[in-house]
């Protein structure tokens, strides 16, 4: 198995063509570890309108209230700070913001990688859609919570058509008909899933893993965060994996994931890889120090991000890069 040049930040190099990094969280050792720097923000910049309602959803659908002037001033700063990507996740749908494109493709004007989060189902199913996307060089992550059960993507999305998890299915075709996951030197994709794991879909990691390694396609597979609907005191906790069966899980990636030549810490978190996200932009401005920590420090309208970003240093030291080793800080350790 060819192996890339590049070394990243807790996995060293990786394979070649089995989708080990999606482009945007391709984050080399010496760039994370510099305090001067950031690696992946996750910002919500876009509309809070959705066609969803997925019971875990992370965010409250807040509405936005930051102008695309305030945006393109966020971009600009995290651009100076030398931020690698900017996770695009809503507040909503992000693909039905009505300046979804300006957005994009000012990000990559800056010199910063987009990685849009999406439902796919709403706007990707559409070809040419999908080729304009394709050209700003975005990478897309489709929302994912079973390739293999409709019954149970459905209920997640609280679809009572029975319509989306074809739908998405679709849009996943068209994006790698278009060639989102075609290979790349430096082992990276352009697509890819963040598939949220409970009782009800943990028995597809192995399956889902060896789809994704197969075809070039960036996998994680998340818990809970105690962050938005997850957060709240209805939400259903019998959904949650044990520790043994978080145990097993992990067993089993590493199993999997050594078959393809990657060999890798399993993390406490996404499994396949360390997190390396830090900063939360809200749709009203607000700032917390990532999706697992909603301890508001701020808003870009009224500080810098620079001043924000020590903020949230000065209270939660253990975000220092230099000591940051990317098991999540708000999850058990292993």
């Keep these: ?58 965010t409250d659908k807040l509405k936005k209230t930051i102008t695309l002037e305030e945006i393109k001033s966020v971009i600009d700063q995290l651009a100076e700070m030398g931020a690698k990507s900017i996770d695009f996740l809503g507040e ?43 050209k700003t060089g975005a990478s897309v992550v489709p929302k994912c919570d079973s390739l293999w059960n409709p019954e149970y993507q459905n209920w997640v999305v609280g679809d009572k058509t029975g319509k989306y998890f074809e739908q998405r299915n679709d849009a996943l075709k068209i994006l790698m008909e278009e060639g989102f996951n075609e290979i790349e030197k430096d082992g990276t994709t352009r697509l890819g899933f963040d598939m949220v794991i409970s009782k009800k879909n943990m ?15 960036w996998i994680v597979f998340a818990f809970y965060i105690p962050a938005g609907r997850c957060a ?6 019998s959904l949650m994996l044990t ?39 809200y749709g009203d401005g607000r700032v917390s120090p990532c999706p697992g920590n909603e301890t508001i420090m701020g808003n870009i309208k009224t500080h810098t991000l620079k001043e924000l970003r020590q903020k949230i240093l000065e209270k939660f030291p253990k975000h220092n890069p230099e000591i940051f080793d990317g098991h999540c800080l708000y999850r058990s350790r292993i």
């Design 92 to 134: 909503g749908e992000p693909t039905l913001d009505k300046d979804f494109f300006e957005i994009i493709e000012y990000t990559v004007s800056r010199g910063i990688q987009p990685v849009i989060f999406t439902d796919a189902a709403t706007k990707m199913r559409d070809r040419e859609f999908v080729r304009k996307v394709k």
């Design 1 to 58: 198995m060819e192996l890339s040049k590049e070394k990243y930040f807790g996995l060293g190099s990786v394979p070649i063509g089995i989708g080990a990094l999606i482009k945007g969280w391709n984050i080399e050792e010496s760039h994370f570890c510099n305090p001067e720097t950031l690696s992946v923000v996750d910002f919500r910049a876009m509309t809070a309108s959705c066609m969803h309602d997925c019971f875990h959803c992370f």
């Design 243 to 281: 520790e043994e069966e978080r145990k097993e899980l992990r067993k089993t990636i590493k199993h999997v994931d050594e078959e393809y030549g990657y060999v890798h810490p399993i993390y406490n978190n996404f499994g396949t890889l360390p997190c390396v996200e830090f900063i939360q932009i």
């Design 203 to 217: 028995h597809e990691v192995e399956k889902t893993l060896r789809f994704c390694r197969e075809n070039n396609l």
């Design 232 to 237: 709240k005191d209805n939400f259903d906790k």
